[in-house]
């Protein structure tokens, strides 16, 4: 039987951006759910419910996790014969978590998880696996950041702003330029011409936030915040292909 003539199945979706402020752009939100929708599509998932959690990652518990609670409880009241209740499907497996502890005490609560970046088929126990590596990768990324600048304090150079206050704010800033990456694709694809004031306009008219003001009532972009803008997914450009090749 092929994929297109298997009866529907149901699933939960579930999302999660880390910031009440991205909860309130919708950035990553969206991504996440076009993900999760063409996901169900194309693996036959009927999608009976969908939560969606504005909370940060960081001291995962799911005490403060209310919408995943809420995800758990309607899965287990769907019956299904391949996975005895029906399973939540998130984007990516850092959605759920980064954190091994956490996952491995959602994989206890006997609902099936699915990730669509990894796959319908992917085994429940290799969750385990990649969420060890993740949180792995993120202390190791932290260590590398206070050595380097220990070394760097050692020799005597004055780091003035270059601290690991700074080096974070120019990271938020690389990932809120990603999130805009398929925006600013949208709005130059008809019109790749447009001058910068142009797509500061449309951004503008869109109601998107920019990444120093987000949340705040008088955010509003300029041409030069646009140029800053493309200039970061310019930088990342060539990074991406390598990864990509």
């Known amino acids: 039987m092929s994929k297109r003539d298997r009866p ?54 799911l005490a403060r996790r ?91 150079v004055k780091l003035g702003g270059i601290n690991a206050g700074s080096l974070d704010t120019a990271r938020k800033a690389r990932e809120y330029a990603e999130r805009l990456r398929p925006v600013i694709a949208e709005i130059t694809r008809e019109r790749p011409d447009l001058s910068a004031t142009q797509i500061a306009n449309e951004l503008n008219r869109r109601g998107v936030e920019t990444a120093g003001r987000v949340g705040l009532s008088m955010s509003k972009w300029h041409a030069q915040t646009v140029i800053r803008l493309l200039a970061r997914l310019e930088r990342a450009a060539p990074a991406q292909e390598g990864a990509a090749s």
């Open 8 to 61: 529907l199945k149901d699933c939960i979706t579930y999302a999660r951006v880390s910031t009440a402020e991205q909860g309130r752009s919708g950035l990553g939100l969206e991504a996440q759910q076009d993900t999760l929708a063409r996901f169900c599509q194309r693996e036959r998932f009927n999608v009976v419910a969908s939560f969606v959690e504005v909370e940060s990652a960081k001291g995962d518990t």
């Open 66 to 156: 209310p919408k995943l609670r809420q995800a758990l409880k309607a899965a287990r009241r769907i019956e299904d014969e391949d996975y005895k209740c029906a399973p939540i499907v998130v984007a990516k497996l850092d959605r759920l978590s980064r954190d091994v502890h956490f996952i491995s005490g959602l994989m206890a609560e006997k609902v099936p998880f699915i990730c669509a970046d990894l796959g319908v088929d992917t085994d429940p126990f290799l969750l385990h696996i990649y969420a060890a590596f993740a949180e792995k990768e993120r202390r190791m990324i932290s260590q590398r950041t206070k050595e380097s600048l220990a070394r760097a304090k050692a020799r005597g």
